[in-house]
């Protein structure tokens, strides 16, 4: 903050001559003052004390005596800030330093301000402006103390993410393993699931993080998330319960030697599910042959062409066909069901299936081999749309 200038006492001057003059001398009583009420000073090299202290006092007198307070000019204090917060000082202890060093000053003022013809409401001003340099130095320790807290966070953030990718993708040796798990809080004799999502910007990765580190903790464990390539990873005690429309994919219970494979399956199961339009939380066992549609690019392209070519024309008819035998194979070949899902009646089905049938080769209800074709090609291209 930069206070307005007010008109200055001629007299003013004169007294940052004073306060100035026996600077070392009152050097000796602030650095004595301060290593008596702040034990934290008695660990500081004296000669770091007492440079800090001039500096700081002739800090003090300038903007006091001037009357203005201009917080663009507290750079060299907020480079003490920094430095003191290198040498483990305490923020609380660098402000309370600067209270104790202007209540000095002043009280060396108001001895001498009668000498000097300084009035009271003069002096008055002096303590004001004293008291706003004081606020304003302590608005710069708290920015800098927010600065670091920061960057401390993405220092531990960062050592998070690099712990999970290693112990996710199984590149840690097993005894490094257990001993940096201590440090996150993670036991290496307890059980844990691997979990992955895929969250939609800031806000959802903040919204599933939220629900997971809630739902997913135990009374003595707690989930370890981290965001590593846009994808929520973590390691949770307990499977968690996540917010309606949200997806999370988790592997089976593991020690933590075993979760890079038990990651592995919950990736797949997060592929599969997505692509499938499942929500919640799924798991590999759940989704089947799912995640088989997903694989073998080159062979699927392969079939298609043999079986499905004549399927792809833009024929209205055809698409209701294809839609009709895939939800058929996804009711476990019940007509009734089919049926009833698809709003037609039984006859329908069995029509639309003699048609699949005709267009593609493929016989579902006579060859097993084609009916494994039939729902491999059919459930990638329902992913696909």
Known sequence: MTASPEP????????ADALLTHLDERTDAVVSLLRREIPEYDVLP????????????RDVITHVVSLQVDASRLEPLADLARRRAEQGFPFGALTRSI????RYLLHEADAIAADLHLDAATMLRVHDFAWQFVTDATGVIAEIQREIAVDAGLRESGRRADFLRAALHGTLASARLATEARLFGLDPAVRYHPLRAHPDGARDEERLSVAIRRTGS???????????EDDLVGLVPQVPALPDGALAAVGPAVYLRDVADAFRSASVALDAAAAFGRTGVVTLDQLGPLPLALMADELAIAVE????????????ANREIEQTVWTLLECDQNVDVAAEKLHVHRNTVRYRLGRFREITGLDIRASTHDLVLAW???????AHR
């Open 8 to 15: 200055a006492h001629p007299a003013l001057p004169n007294l």
């Open 46 to 57: 004296e000669e770091d004390v007492r440079g800090a202290t001039v500096a700081l006092m």
């Open 99 to 102: 209270q104790l060093a202007a």
């Open 218 to 228: 135990t009374t003595h464990h707690r989930p370890m998330l981290a965001v590593l």
């Open 305 to 316: 062409q043999q079986h499905f070519r004549y399927l792809d024309s833009d024929n209205e």
């Open 376 to 382: 491999w090609s059919l459930a990638r291209r329902a």
